[in-house]
């Protein structure tokens, strides 16, 4: 652990806790299981300045507050980046998913927490997560990693800036405010079934949250990169979805997922690429097939004609893919 855990731990009561490291994921950030202090519980290690808790902080209080349920912070050092925070067990939804369980209780009970979570304005600090922003990370995938990938050159500034004029007219009529998680997918949903709805489902990884339309968070859900969601699954959390929001008018929202799937999946296929290529991930490759065949889907919806009319002109059906490149090194 980075200097200063010890001390930290030791101040709080958890110097002779034993101690499990956490599987890490992309970020800087690291956890360890916590168990034999005071109450079960995890370190948050995020050091600085590649890492700042207090999105986390501000986020987490947040949502405690509108009666969800994330991960109660039980003691913070802001500066050396250290956060004692509740452990919500040890399975997350991905893992109950991967070992076998009905999947429709547990998609059922995500729409819920989710719906709970955008009923209540979102705190005016969070960055925005509108068409601007939107285009430009989709940008940093698709246009600087996939094309380059593929055609073996950068696209014209012309190209760009139809992509981005493209991007611009799918996703700005459906501008909206509300809270964006932006990764509401099952490896970041904790089951708590011991807890009355909406707290029965733990939040994590809400750090990165942002203001936009609700609808992306649905898609993360029901369209998920990384595995299948049988139709009827899908259907049935999106209607318990929009049951609990009598305030939205289910085609607008409908037509809303379709804009908001269309950016996502194509900034994710594309985002496969460059961990392929840049930093030689090369297993997040398999989930290329699944983000352009839910592309596909998108794309089907008029909402979506903008960025259907882009890559109808420059990108044809059979290049669609991972590409070549990185399919004959992969193998």
Not at 24 to 32: K, P
Not at 63 to 87: K, M, Q, T
Not at 281 to 292: A, E, N, S
Request: proline share 9%.
């Amino acid at each position: 652990m980075r200097e200063g855990a010890d001390d930290f731990l030791a101040l709080h009561g958890f110097g002779a806790a034993r101690r499990e490291a956490l599987p890490s994921d992309a970020s800087f950030r690291s956890y360890v299981r916590l168990q034999g202090g005071p109450r079960p519980a995890l370190l948050m290690d995020a050091p600085p300045p590649q890492e700042d808790v207090r999105p986390f902080l501000s986020v987490g209080a947040h949502l405690a507050a509108i009666g969800v349920s994330a991960p109660e912070v039980i003691a913070a050092d802001v500066p050396r980046g250290f956060l004692l925070i509740e452990d919500l067990g040890r399975e997350t939804m991905a893992a109950q998913l991967d070992a076998g369980a009905d999947p429709l209780p547990l998609y059922l009970a995500a729409a819920e927490a989710l719906a709970a979570l955008h009923a209540s304005p979102p705190p005016a600090h969070l960055p925005a997560w509108g068409a601007a922003r939107m285009g430009e990370t989709a940008a940093a995938t698709f246009l600087e990693w996939w094309w380059p990938e593929v055609f073996g050159a950068a696209p014209t500034p012309e190209i760009a800036a139809e992509f981005h004029a493209a991007m611009a007219r799918m996703l700005a009529p459906f501008a909206a405010e509300g809270f964006v998680h932006r990764d509401f997918f099952p490896a970041n949903l904790m089951p708590l079934p011991a807890r009355a709805a909406p707290r029965h489902v733990g939040i994590i990884d809400f750090q990165d949250a942002a203001r936009g339309h609700p609808a992306y968070d649905l898609v993360s859900l029901v369209e998920d990169a990384r595995r299948d969601v049988a139709p009827a699954v899908r259907d049935a959390a999106v209607a318990r979805y929009l049951a609990l929001r009598p305030d939205l008018h289910p085609a607008e929202f409908r037509a809303a997922m379709a804009v908001q799937a269309a950016q996502r999946h194509l900034r994710v296929a594309a985002l496969w690429t460059r961990l392929a290529r840049r930093d030689g991930k090369w297993h997040y490759l398999r989930h290329g097939p699944r983000c352009w065949a839910l592309l596909d889907r998108a794309l089907t919806h008029e909402a979506t004609a903008p960025l259907r009319a882009f890559l109808d002109a420059h990108v044809p059906s059979r290049l669609r893919a991972n590409p070549e490149t990185l399919r004959e090194q992969a193998a």
